[in-house]
């Protein structure tokens, strides 16, 4: 089964626009991380925020946290071609639990 | 240093046919996860290793899939009797302690059943 579930689905931006991505949950978690992937291949880690952090920013990163609402957002600022990908978004909660993705957001950016 | 491996990339095989997926996860990471991947879907998990044994298999759909890692470091993952509706592709990630939530996936291997 899938915890998350991204919004939107799909999204196509031009070149130098923002990008934003959603993702809900349904159970507490310890972590959230957000993965991207290319091709249909392996997934590459993002940034990871922890249930007691509100935002966090990694280069044209943004990553905010709602534990109230069980949602979190990604923000790809200035995007680039080669942001075209699909993103998802991973919870995990207390110990060695694995990771539950959701379905993810294809990006895709128009140059 | 070399990320996590995956053997073959691809693999075509016959309903009813039985196949092994390698992984070659990072050197000295104890931890590693096989997950399954569906055209359109996020990746789900399959089972955990860390170390040798199996710390987690629930996610294993039936008794036709198994997987073993009996050194702690490589990882193959078997299919008896394959079905149409196994094809898929088939991740493998590592991650250098087990808790350790970041984990680093391998290029995966897209397994079709004919």
């Known amino acids: 089964s899938q915890q998350g579930e991204e919004d939107p689905q799909a999204l196509s931006i031009q070149e130098g626009e923002n990008a934003t991505m959603n993702c809900s949950y349904k159970t507490s978690i310890n972590n959230l991380q957000w993965y991207r992937q290319n091709s249909g291949r392996g997934l590459v880690h993002l940034i990871l925020i922890r249930s007691n952090e509100r935002e966090k920013h990694s280069g044209r990163l943004r990553v905010t946290l709602d534990t109230s609402k069980k949602s979190s957002s990604l923000l790809i600022t200035a995007s680039r071609a080669a942001d075209t990908a699909s993103y998802f978004c991973a919870t995990d909660n207390s110990g060695n639990t694995p990771l539950v993705f959701g379905k993810g957001t294809r990006l895709s950016v128009i140059a | 240093g070399a990320g996590v491996s995956q053997t073959p990339s691809n693999k075509v095989t016959e309903k009813g046919k039985y196949v092994e997926l390698r992984c070659d996860p990072i050197?000295?990471?104890?931890?590693l996860y096989w997950y399954r991947q569906s055209l359109g879907q996020g990746p789900e998990f399959l089972i955990y290793?860390?170390?040798?044994?199996?710390?987690?298999d629930s996610g294993l759909p039936n008794d036709r899939f198994f997987a073993v890692r009996p050194e702690g470091s490589v990882s193959t993952l078997k299919i008896q009797r394959t079905e149409r509706g196994d094809s898929a592709v088939y991740l493998c990630a590592s991650s250098l302690v087990p808790g350790m939530k970041t984990q680093y996936f391998g290029p995966g291997t897209r397994l079709l059943v004919l």
């Open positions: 290793f860390q170390g040798t044994g199996a710390a987690d």
């Open positions: 050197s000295g990471h104890t931890a």
